[in-house]
């Protein structure tokens, strides 16, 4: 299984900017998925995550300029994120937790590959 992340960038404070993240390689359920992000020398916060029922949950630093959605056909989220401030330079993360794959007896959680935000002011 892996978790592909796309999306991200360098902006200007007050920009927008949309990410997504698909698990592939034979997912066939996954429970909760989510965006988190980690600071330099901090460890990962979550900043968004979303239920296979869609009910989303946000962080409150991010409360009010984020939205996240899913696509569970393609078990993929997307989340938007807007009128971004310099505090929320970081390298962000999806995560999908309770993934069931063919060919395996289990659930597992997987996290995607960092893409980095950089917002200036």
């Known amino acids: 299984v892996q978790l592909q992340a796309s999306g991200g960038g360098s902006v200007q404070a007050g920009e927008s900017l949309r990410f997504s993240c698909e698990a592939s390689g034979g997912v066939m359920t996954a429970g909760v998925m989510g965006w988190y992000r980690q600071f330099p020398g901090t460890q990962r916060e979550m900043v968004a995550t979303i239920t296979s029922r869609g009910s989303p949950f946000y962080a409150d630093s991010v409360k009010g300029r984020v939205t996240i959605s899913r696509d569970n056909a393609k078990f993929t989220i997307n989340l938007e994120m807007h009128t971004l401030r310099p505090e929320d330079t970081a390298v962000y993360y999806c995560?999908?937790?309770?993934?069931?794959?063919?060919?395996?007896?289990?659930?597992?959680?997987?996290w995607g590959q960092g893409t980095q935000v950089t917002v200036s002011s």
């Open positions: 995560r999908a937790l309770n993934v069931r794959a063919r060919g395996s007896s289990g659930l597992a959680d997987y």
